[in-house]
């Protein structure tokens, strides 16, 4: 997984599977440019990557600023999307602001990177998006991500297609040990992790850096598009 001297952008690469990508682009030799909102959760990320780091402030639901953002980074080789967030709920309660709030950021955030993104990416570049388990294993509650992480990866497949011979991929992990989890309560999360972990074959929740090896794969074979690969320890399948 050779990434000497390649440019590597990270929308969310300042927090969980987005830095722990980041990282590891890093370590294979790389250059990272991260992006999120909040300027003090990337300068902190800047210090643990240590090397080879851009950090630039941005917003993934403003489309203007997504343009902006790709005409001022300029060329690059692969692009990595994990920047998410917004409210869930039951269907029937969760207000459709609310939803399309939550669409903004994973649904329209991705389809704006790959929009504004591609004419920048060099010959053997790559994008990765980022779903998640509920594609496949739908949840109470959780709905609005069901259906957002469904037309990821069927927009994935699209656009391996029309963007070729950029390949498209979608990392799609199953539940993972990131600061998504901190709004929760120590014992909550505790009880939580130990819950999944007893369900899933792997018998453990996942770590970042289980999926940042599966974005490096991603971007490294150059045989593989159109494709997503489930890092959920086989959660979906129980
Ligand atoms: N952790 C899990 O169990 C799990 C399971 C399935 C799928 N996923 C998916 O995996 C991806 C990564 O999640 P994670 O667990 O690594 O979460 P995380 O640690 O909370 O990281 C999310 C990142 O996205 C950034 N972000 C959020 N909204 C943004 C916006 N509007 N514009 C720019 N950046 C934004 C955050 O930074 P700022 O706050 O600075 O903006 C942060 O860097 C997400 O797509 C998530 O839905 C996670």
Redesign the pocket.
């Known amino acids: 997984m050779d990434l000497q001297g390649k440019r590597v952008v990270v929308?969310?690469?300042?927090?969980?599977?987005?830095l722990a990508t980041a990282q590891a682009v890093v370590h294979q030799g790389g250059h990272v440019v991260i992006?999120?909102?909040?300027e003090e959760?990337l300068k902190k990320a800047q210090e643990q990557i240590r090397k080879n780091v851009e950090i630039i402030t941005?917003?993934?639901?403003n489309e203007h600023d997504m343009e902006n953002f790709f005409q001022k980074i300029g060329k690059f080789d692969h692009l990595v999307s994990?920047?998410?967030?917004g409210p869930t709920g039951n269907f029937l309660d969760l207000p459709i602001q609310d939803a399309k709030k939550t669409f903004a950021?994973?649904y329209w955030?991705q389809y704006f990177a790959a929009k504004y993104g591609a004419p920048f990416i060099k010959d053997g570049g790559s994008i990765t998006f980022?779903t998640?388990?509920l594609a496949r294993k739908p949840a109470k509650g959780f709905s609005i991500l069901s259906t957002i992480n469904g037309g990821i990866e069927a927009l994935a497949r699209a656009l391996a297609v029309e963007l070729s011979p950029i390949r498209v991929n979608v990392v799609s992990?199953?539940?993972?040990d990131?600061?998504?989890y901190d709004k929760m309560s120590s014992e909550e999360r505790e009880d939580y992790f130990v819950s999944i972990a007893n369900q899933v074959p792997v018998k453990r929740v996942g770590k970042?850096e289980d999926v940042a090896e599966a974005f490096l794969y991603l971007m490294t074979n150059s045989f593989t598009t159109g494709t997503t690969l489930h890092v959920d320890g086989g959660y979906s399948l129980v």
Do not use: E, H, N, Q
């Not at 992006?35 to 909040?38: E, F, I, P, T």
């Not at 992990?173 to 993972?176: D, S």
């Open positions: 929308l969310g690469g300042s927090s969980g599977m987005g992006a999120s909102r909040s959760k941005l917003d993934v639901t994990t920047a998410a967030g950021a994973k955030g980022c998640g388990v992990p199953g539940i993972v990131t600061p998504l970042p």
